[in-house]
């Protein structure tokens, strides 16, 4: 299958993709735009938008206080809603439809692309350690983190750090990447098989849709579930 062009574009010697970046504005913009909706003229009964948003909150707070604590809920509970909030659109908006102009796509998921994903990892595991050190300090960071239970184990621990942020990020642009990939080859067997195979197609491409939004969540929950894990490492104290 032939690669899939974006909107590139250089400032300077530097080549940024412009599909991915109108994407995370897109995905940021949707977030920001459903909160905003959700949460003007708050009531202390919820219904309809209210409590869907209360829902989500309620249901990442859970599993914040399942990894952490009760106690560490109001520091980490925004960041960790603000993530799965993104996660959720960004995963999800590649299979609302697809744009291609002049055999460029304007149109994807943000976390279809490896760049994104493992730049995410990046930011997640810039942030845990960073609140390891800000909890015990640096050299007490250092020796929670890295010398404890034994000193021994520290180059294994250094092996670990990488290993996360690697399968952490590559796990969630495969899952999304391949989802996309199998719609867009659906979608071609569909229109290049005569009209007699069209419907078969759609009902195909519906069928996968479903799928892929399935999946696409379940790994929001699952980056989410690990980011709290990788948190709880750093910011409580080994023994």
């Not at 976390?111 to 990892?121: I, K, Y």
């Not at 020796?143 to 952490?168: D, G, Y």
């Not at 719609?183 to 996968?208: A, D, Q, R, T």
Request: glycine share 6%; net charge positive.
């Amino acid at each position: 299958m032939d690669e899939e062009k974006t909107l590139m574009f250089n400032l300077g010697p530097v080549v940024f993709d412009g599909t991915i970046i109108l994407m995370c504005l897109l995905t940021v913009a949707i977030v920001f735009g459903l909160v905003f909706w959700a949460s003007r003229n708050l009531k202390l009964k919820p219904k309809g938008k209210q409590n869907v948003l209360e829902w989500v909150i309620d249901f990442v707070s859970n599993i914040v206080k399942d990894n952490l604590s009760s106690k560490e809920l109001p520091v980490f509970q925004l960041f960790m809603f603000t993530v799965f909030s993104f996660l959720i659109v960004a995963n999800n908006l590649g299979l609302v439809t697809k744009i291609v102009v002049n055999d460029v796509s304007l149109w994807k998921s943000p976390t279809a692309d490896a760049v994104v994903a493992l730049t995410f990892s990046l930011i997640i595991a810039l942030f845990c350690n960073y609140m390891g050190v800000k909890r015990f300090g640096f050299k007490g960071y250092l020796v929670n983190s890295f010398l404890r239970p034994v000193p021994f184990i520290a180059p294994m621990k250094i092996i670990e750090e990488f290993t996360n942020l690697l399968t952490l990020g590559l796990r969630l642009y495969g899952n999304i990447f391949a989802g996309e990939v199998l719609l867009s080859l659906i979608c071609k067997f569909g229109l290049s098989h005569g009209p007699f195979l069209i419907p078969f197609g759609i009902f195909l491409e519906m069928l996968w849709s479903g799928f892929s939004i399935f999946i696409s969540c379940i790994q929001a929950y699952i980056f989410i579930i690990l980011t709290n894990s990788y948190l709880s490492h750093k910011i409580l104290a080994e023994h």
